[in-house]
């Protein structure tokens, strides 16, 4: 992730202080797997693969845990950005049900990983609450309702009836236990933390530059003239994907998110939910474990200057607004504003697999707003390839997939 595409005052690296320094690389090594990012998606790299006991080492060319991972909500949905109705021309409704599914098989993951290891990083399953205030889509939220309750999913259909929520509410789809919500910083530290203990090696202000492929092994070099050679080299920078291909995988955008100061009793208001509109550009906002509100959206074409500060103002105010018509009565103060660059695909979903040239180069790129779950996926998904087996869900993620 290259930080001068994230702007502001981040949240999550703000209130925590710096959990652990990492070295820089300093000597030449070789490890099996070599994983290029050490944001939330390298994190996660790192921990499939070091359970199953593969060698494998993270570079990150800034900080731990910065950059795009400092930049998520951590809002998580099993649901895609799209409702299914909008995704069918891309992609079949079989397709769709199965991403659905893979995001709860994903929050199921986490789950496992905060029960096991403990929860140091605010980790929290609630409902997810996919809605609008528009009497004209009421009849598109009772599409997505029918879709997901048919498909099995555990689904109850909100409108003015029934509504237990402060704002207002014309049709909403409410999936039960469908999401979840923590501390996107912590998590990640808390990943490679225990991967660490079972043999990963993490390297942090260690910028790759040069990457190198022959027959039997892969060599990156570092900033400082270092090498790291392994068996194949994982890239998990998100969008900035520039020194491993000319392609360009998603569609870029710039996204907004602010987050108030703490507010009393926000927790009985929200009902332990995350919430997301059906405009477009959508919104989405959930709560903190300090009873803070986020919110993000306003997402505009990409700029590659997020210096402007006219331009991001008026996104901030947009999003305070919003807050504010949510929720009239209550006295909130916005401390925290910030943006980056987000990157997304005409079906919701990311990328994961080999590059059809190079067997040494993979991918995992989680693209659009389930990238950490998209994440988790791949994690457990490569590190099985890696052992010679093929799960059949790579195929909704396939890279090629948009070149027919």
């Given at each position: 992730?290259?930080?001068?595409?994230?702007?502001?005052?981040?949240?999550?690296?703000?209130?925590?202080?710096t959990i652990k320094q990492y070295e820089y690389l300093t000597e030449d090594i070789e490890t099996?797997?070599?994983?290029?990012?050490?944001?939330?998606?390298?994190?996660?790299?790192?921990?499939?693969?070091?359970?199953?006991?593969?060698?494998?080492?993270?570079?990150?060319?800034?900080?731990?845990?910065?950059?795009?991972?400092?930049?998520?909500?951590?809002?998580?949905?099993?649901?895609?950005?799209?409702?299914?109705?909008?995704?069918?021309?891309?992609?079949?409704?079989?397709?769709?049900?199965?991403?659905?599914?893979?995001?709860?098989?994903?929050?199921?993951?986490?789950?496992?990983?905060?029960?096991?290891?403990?929860?140091?990083?605010?980790?929290?399953?609630?409902?997810?609450?996919?809605?609008?205030?528009?009497?004209?889509?009421?009849?598109?939220?009772?599409q997505e309702y029918n879709f997901r309750k048919e498909a099995g999913f555990h689904v109850e259909?909100?409108?003015?009836?029934?509504?237990?929520?402060?704002?207002?509410?014309?049709?909403?789809?409410?999936?039960?236990?469908?999401?979840?919500?923590?501390?996107?910083?912590?998590?990640?530290?808390?990943?490679?933390?225990?991967?660490?203990?079972?043999?990963?090696?993490?390297?942090?202000?260690?910028?790759?530059?040069?990457?190198?492929?022959?027959?039997?092994?892969?060599?990156?070099?570092?900033?400082?003239?270092?090498?790291?050679?392994?068996?194949?080299?994982?890239?998990?920078?998100?969008?900035?994907?520039?020194?491993?291909?000319?392609?360009?995988?998603?569609?870029?955008?710039?996204?907004?998110?602010?987050?108030?100061?703490?507010?009393?009793?926000?927790?009985?208001?929200?009902?332990?939910?995350?919430?997301?509109?059906?405009?477009?550009?959508?919104?989405?906002?959930?709560?903190?474990?300090?009873?803070?509100?986020?919110?993000?959206?306003?997402?505009?074409?990409?700029?590659?200057?997020?210096?402007?500060?006219?331009?991001?103002?008026?996104?901030?105010?947009?999003?305070?607004?919003?807050?504010?018509?949510?929720?009239?009565?209550?006295?909130?103060?916005?401390?925290?504003?910030?943006?980056?660059?987000?990157?997304?695909?005409?079906?919701?979903?990311?990328?994961?697999?080999?590059?059809?040239?190079?067997?040494?180069?993979?991918?995992?790129?989680?693209?659009?707003?389930?990238?950490?779950?998209?994440?988790?996926?791949?994690?457990?998904?490569?590190?099985?390839?890696?052992?010679?087996?093929?799960?059949?869900?790579?195929?909704?993620?396939?890279?090629?997939?948009?070149?027919?």
């Amino acid at each position: 992730m290259n930080t001068q595409y994230v702007q502001g005052d981040c949240i999550f690296t703000r209130i925590n202080k710096t959990i652990k320094q990492y070295e820089y690389l300093t000597e030449d090594i070789e490890t099996e797997v070599i994983i290029i990012g050490g944001g939330v998606t390298g994190a996660i790299l790192g921990y499939y693969f070091s359970k199953s006991n593969i060698d494998s080492v993270i570079l990150e060319k800034s900080r731990i845990g910065h950059g795009s991972t400092s930049i998520t909500t951590s809002l998580l949905q099993y649901e895609l950005d799209s409702n299914a109705m909008e995704l069918k021309s891309y992609t079949s409704m079989e397709n769709i049900i199965r991403s659905y599914k893979l995001g709860i098989k994903a929050l199921d993951e986490i789950q496992e990983f905060i029960d096991k290891y403990g929860n140091k990083c605010d980790f929290k399953r609630v409902d997810s609450f996919l809605y609008t205030s528009k009497k004209l889509e009421k009849k598109e939220m009772e599409q997505e309702y029918n879709f997901r309750k048919e498909a099995g999913f555990h689904v109850e259909f909100i409108d003015e009836d029934n509504n237990p929520f402060l704002f207002d509410v014309k049709g909403g789809v409410l999936g039960k236990g469908g999401g979840a919500e923590f501390d996107p910083y912590k998590f990640t530290h808390h990943l490679i933390e225990e991967s660490c203990k079972k043999g990963l090696r993490a390297y942090e202000n260690t910028e790759v530059i040069d990457v190198k492929y022959s027959n039997d092994e892969v060599a990156v070099e570092t900033v400082y003239g270092y090498k790291v050679k392994g068996k194949i080299v994982i890239v998990a920078t998100g969008y900035n994907t520039g020194l491993f291909t000319k392609r360009a995988f998603g569609t870029k955008t710039t996204t907004f998110n602010i987050a108030t100061k703490p507010i009393n009793n926000i927790e009985d208001i929200c009902k332990d939910v995350v919430f997301r509109d059906n405009n477009d550009p959508y919104n989405y906002f959930r709560t903190t474990i300090d009873n803070r509100l986020i919110i993000g959206g306003e997402d505009i074409n990409f700029i590659p200057d997020i210096y402007n500060e006219e331009l991001c103002s008026k996104s901030y105010e947009k999003l305070e607004q919003r807050l504010k018509n949510l929720f009239p009565n209550l006295n909130m103060e916005i401390e925290y504003r910030y943006c980056g660059a987000f990157a997304s695909t005409q079906d919701n979903l990311g990328f994961i697999g080999k590059d059809h040239n190079n067997s040494k180069l993979w991918y995992c790129l989680g693209y659009g707003a389930n990238g950490i779950l998209f994440a988790i996926l791949g994690g457990m998904m490569l590190s099985k390839l890696y052992c010679g087996e093929v799960d059949s869900d790579m195929n909704l993620f396939k890279l090629d997939r948009f070149d027919h």
